[in-house]
């Protein structure tokens, strides 16, 4: 390295510190200065691409760890006692002694840091590791090198599947039309293929590299048009360019400065609620900690036997200042500064249980639970409301195309409905197979959503002559209206089920087989007649080939084979952005309308007769939340018309259709259609209007300049946009209508129902319209039957309205409640709410009043709500009742949401994973939400406060003795036990029982749980952990610690018992006391448990014997092995222990012998034979039906979808309890 | 081969079905009911009834004899004693009389009140090294040796170091009692045993003289405690071999006792005490008005319980009781919830 003076590396500094600042960033090819030195480099400032996400290094974690470890108050106490203890008028214990569990735990902490650490330092240096390709102007090409080495300024080469090294600029792509396609899946898990295309202008070919040598790119990030979207991100094993040969870009940010690692924050910190409680009762035992010090302080009078050093005795009162410190350090276990080590090593193992459950496992997507969030997982037994999001959550958000009307005629595809409610294996089979032999044999990968059995009717249309037009148009928007991006199925993206169903499909029996055939020889057969779009116009016959302008023939006869189309239609995998597209498109090739390929300038369609059309796209009028809806402006190859395509929410297209005069036919269909909508809506499905508007050269031409300044606009860019969209999308002329099913999820009503049980309130919170959420809210198990609906319409009601109908709604609510006869339950109303009611209900004046009504409703639902508004809701009842949330969602919509609430679930679904990167937990499916809450919720929260109250009641009974042992020791701070041996106490003897009890003990099986949802209001509210418990345990342990001392005092009083021979059987009385008192609380007894008991016994004597014999200069040196020949030591400890326990025994006696609560009942129950156990849960069940059951007897027909779910066994059981419901009232009228 | 990769990839995830991970392991749950405890409450109480009923009796058929000689009162004999400051190696006798034969071996004890042997700092005041005759720690090392802990008893006003050293050998107790049986009118010295009397580890392992002969070198340089009134090599001067660090009075004194009040075992009495008069001349040097502590002989004989104590025995029998009379209140309880109606 040459010498440069240190004012100019200074300055180098400095300048490299501007332009890593600068908004505008100057980059400079590194190309020229190749080989040069280090400091020659232009682009020196910035740093490389190498990344490092490890807190420590090799040298410095030692004093790093401790630095971080500092920072807690906890480790502070304990290092601030140790010194204390190192000043000798204060001291209590040897100095070196007290340094041991301070040193244990920070030793704990550090080497679960390090290997946390180095996982980190592993990843990250796979990551550095990876190769990619470099340009370099020595070997004029791309050499090889590893991503740590690529710097600022280099060109890049990305070759197809290969991910992207660091924030690039797209330059140049093999692709002729400068293209890239970049999937984000391991990044935010959207599977569909992004595009990216290359920087226009800079046209370079890599054949003729010295222009890349030319090209000092001055790059202007966001400022210029060169904005980030422009970049392909490169996201810690992020993006992967596919479908593209290769791509060439220029490194803009490398390293940690790309987006990706400035997005990448750090693991979230949440407090379990369990965990503030827990801190109030630790200032409880700080308190009482000073308590006992003070009084230790006070009764201490200097004894004269033991003058200072220099001779002299200090003055009382200065003697009693120096014994409170003392005392602080002689009672520091008061405190239990391990229980905090101790509740980490619990929840560890607590999550290992829950993501090692099969039944959290989805087969399906191989994924289990993930558990981000380490600390909250008690939480999950206290929940008493949970948010849901309907799309994806409740729901599979896989759409399904159910229906369609097309010009004002309903194509109802009943047998498509039928399989979707029953799917029946025998009839899977046979659709599959319809699909194998119309295209080839390989299938798209999620064949099984997005199968159509089509409609017999509508086909016919197709193939009939009137109208046929507005049919081939209806599909052609299906197929062209979306930004559906083809991709070509590579084996290696092919999901498993799609292999999985391969094989089946060998091994089908050929009666099926032959039975397909015949089927789809019949369907072809109907197919065949089918006109090809080019003879749209003027109807031809059949086996006329059309010659298209693109030299594609088009055969209209379609071999009976089925293996027609001459491009493998088959291999084609459609990556939609939202499921509703991917359905659409589907559809629309099922009707043999294939979108086969789309650029940012064409689309691709094959027809029904295999030819081939490429329309050219104008202009992509894209989906926003305003509009609702998104249009597609083409050019109709053969007519050469201007033809826009939209496709919408239904009163975003209505609005907008055009009304000609006279024109009967038109208004008809428009209210047929709309009629058709509200049907479908009712069914809870998602519907869409499509339409289609011809517009005339120099509209088009028109339109088309002020698209083009609304585009190249400077400020208010996105309005100028909308406008223009807006301007060109009316006078439309509706084409029909689809309905999308978006089928809910495996055992969403009972696991509603179940939750509901367990009093937990489920909230749903959906973007949906409201019927369509009502149907499903119906469907789920949300909404009964003899619900009370406070429908809030969505009338622009004022706030006095809004108020009168909350005072009505809360009036009812209350007069209910005053009715004796419903003392003890909850009235049946459900709130539906939509958006802008909700915005009113949420304002100051009026939320309190809409937070107590819905506070007595059973469950509430908000539809066309904004996701901002959804975390609203949640911190609004999170804050005003005090109740423990949930928040369950699956998109990045219910981000806000999941953040708000006390535990936020993403589901993994369909929709990305942002919600699951927001969440604490993430669960793959909406039932598993129900395992997770009734029993791993319950246990978590039941073992973690057991344990915790089992924490305190341990070291108080324990330290206690040494306080008693004041009172005959003059205060002077003394203990009767060795030191060693009390830290050993602690840190050996008793530590372990209770962790294992905080992770394995089972106060009820998980089927009771689940049979009983009822045990899982016990966690609600304080639950087992709470102010009684807390001081219970505590006046258990100096009642303990009083007998294990005071027995053996009156024992062995006046005799000649020296300090340590009398300590021994105390240390041994409140082991034995300590280790049976959880005995007593343990509520299942394993091979694990009595294991982990018999070891402590084991250790405790092994490690006491052993040390008396090794430690000569340990005072109680051979201390319990005289005391171990004397039978006085036995029965000492004998009677101690049992004096010590018995009232707690008792009192576990009476309880479970005279109370009835329902743990207890259920635990009864546990031991009954699994038969015996299932049976009585099923009476129980009828029983609540009963109690629960009120009201009306009115029976509301069951909605629509009900029907289609009646498959699942569970609703078998659902309807059982129905009956037995009614029966009652008959009773109860009579 | 890809679709072997593909399921493979399957199962990776998946969580293994183990009765361990699955939480199914066999479990065997208790539930404390009536019904269950009530054969253990009669079991308990009856082993407990036995076990204090034994303790009782033996408890019973000990015998104690337990005096105060501090010398307060001015009745006591030893009243005159008791002002060590005027009185140096004052003597004073107590006469108690017998009125039926002690059985032996009956233990002779020294006892003290209101004395906290069980301090911390008093506890530590030694010097252990010193104690297991490592003649290292018999000099003055730039104050490293002895040991710290020994302050204020560590060196003299001259800097030499103070074997043994520290409050603790300081504060030896160091009254010494001769036990005479007046046999018509004639004393008779009642053989006492000091052999033994400290626990065998202590004599053999723990503390050890320094292995110079004869011991009394090995102190050259030393100065004994200040209140002492014999250096460590002369403790017992009847017997060689008991003196240093393993004489036996020093070893008692040196095993802190655990309470203020405390006795420690003087001598032994092999062959018991008949009925009769006796009495005990104590050579009074040990200071305690001071602290208002007390100064008592006792003698008792043992058995495989120690020395008379009845708490335990009453303790066992008591909870004994409890137990039955709980068994009772259990089986009460068991019928009032079986025949209850609504028990379910």
Known sequence: MPWMSPLARIRDALAGQRARDKDLRNLVSNLPYEGLDKWKQPNRHFRNNGIKTTKYSVLFFIPMNLFEQFHRLANLYFVGLAILNFVPVVQAFEPEVALIPICVILALTAIKDAWEDFRRYKSDKKLNRLPCFVYSSKEKCFVEKRWKDVRVGDFVKVESNDIVPADLLLLYTSDPNGVCHIETANLDGETNLKQRRAVPGVCITVSNTDILLIIHAVIRTGCLGFSHPDLVLKQHLGCTVRNTGYAVGFVVYAGHETKAMLNNNGPRYKRSRLERR???????????????????????????????????????????????????????????ISLYVSIELVKIGQIYFITNDLDLYDEETDATIQCKALNITEDLGQIQYIFSDKTGTLTENKMVFRRCSIMGREYPHKENGMFLCGPKRALKMYIYKIKILMFTKSLPPNQQETEVILDQKLLRQIRGTEKIDAYQDFFLALAICNTVVVSMATAKRLRVSTAEFQQTNQSNPLDTLSSLVRRAGSWTRLRAPITSETSANDLTTQGQSVNQTGGQTCSLHVPPQGTAPAVPAGKLCYEAESPDEAALVHTAKAYGFVLMSRTPDSVTVQLPSGAQLRFEVLDTLSFDSNRKRMSVLVRHPISKQCILYTKGADYAIMELLETPYGEKQQKAIASDTQQHLDCYAKEGLRTLCIAKKVLCDGEYESWAVQRQHALAAMDNREQLIMDSAVQIETNLCLLGATGVEDRLQDSVPDTVMTLREAGIQVWVLTGDKPETAVNIGYACRLLEQDDLLYLDHFLLLSQVTCTSILDCGLEEVRRYSEDPRNVDTTPDISLVIDGRTLTMLMSPDLRDRFVDLARHCRSVLCCRVTPLQKSEVVKLIREKLKVMTLAVGDGANDVNMIQAADIGVGISGQEGMQAVMASDFAISRFKHLKKLLLVHGHWCYSRLANMIIYFFYKNAANVNLLFWYQFFCGFTANAMIDHWLMIFFNLLFTSVPPIMFGIMDKDVSA???????????????????????????????????????FIPYFTYRGSDIDIYAFGTPLNTISLFTILLHLSIEIKAWTIVHVFIILGSVTLYFIVTLAYGVRYLNYSGYWTLQAQMVDPM?????????????????LFHVLKNSITCSPIVEARHLDTLEPSTRDQWIKEWRSFRGRVQDKTSDVSVPPSPSLESLDDDSIMDDEFALNVITA???????? | MDSNYIENQEVENRPDNTAFTQQRLPAWQPILSA?????????????FIGIGVALFVTSRNLHVLEMDYTGVEKTSPCFSCSDPIKQKNCKCSLSFELDKLFEGPVFFYYGLTNYFQNQRAYGVSKDYNQLSGDLDYFTFFFSIVPDSTCKPY??????????????LANSMFNDTFNLYQMKNGVKEEVPLDGKGISWWTDYNIKYRNPSVNPLRNAFNGTVKPLYWSKPAYELDPTDTANNGFINQDFLVWMRRSALPNFRKLYRRITDGLPAGNYSLEISYNYPVIAFDGKKKVAFSNVSWMGGKNEFLGIAYLVIGSLCLVMSVVMLIIYHWRNSSPDAN
């Not at chain 1, 029966?1223 to 009579?1230: E, F, L, T, V």
């Not at chain 2, 560590?154 to 409050?167: A, E, L, M, Q």
Request: charged share 10%; glycine share 6%; proline share 6%.
């Open chain 1, 278 to 336: 827990l801190n109030i009762d630790v200032i409880f035992c700080i308190l009482l900690l000073f308590t006992m010090c003070i009084i230790g302080s006070l009764g201490h009078v200097p004894l004269y036997l033991v003058p200072q050093t220099d001779g002299h005795l200090d003055t009382p009162s200065l003697s009693s200042f120096y014994k409170f410190f003392s005392m602080i350090i002689l009672l520091q276990v008061l405190i239990p």
């Open chain 1, 1007 to 1045: 089927e009771m749980l689940l049979g009983l949802p009822e045990l899982y209001r016990t966690g609600q509210g304080k639950g087992e952990y709470s102010f009684f418990t807390f001081w219970i345990s505590m006046l258990d342990a100096f009642y303990q610690s009083l007998v294990a001392f």
């Open chain 2, 35 to 47: 019904g269950i405890v009530i054969p253990l409450f009669v079991l308990v109480g009856l082993a």
């Open chain 1, 1129 to 1145: 030591f036995y029965l000492v400890c004998l009677i101690s222990t049992v004096i010590a326990l018995l009232p707690r025994y």
């Open chain 1, 1223 to 1230: 029966n009652h009232h008959k009773k109860a009228n009579s």
């Open chain 2, 154 to 167: 560590r060196y003299d006003v001259n800097n030499k170091p103070i074997v043994p050293c520290g409050s």
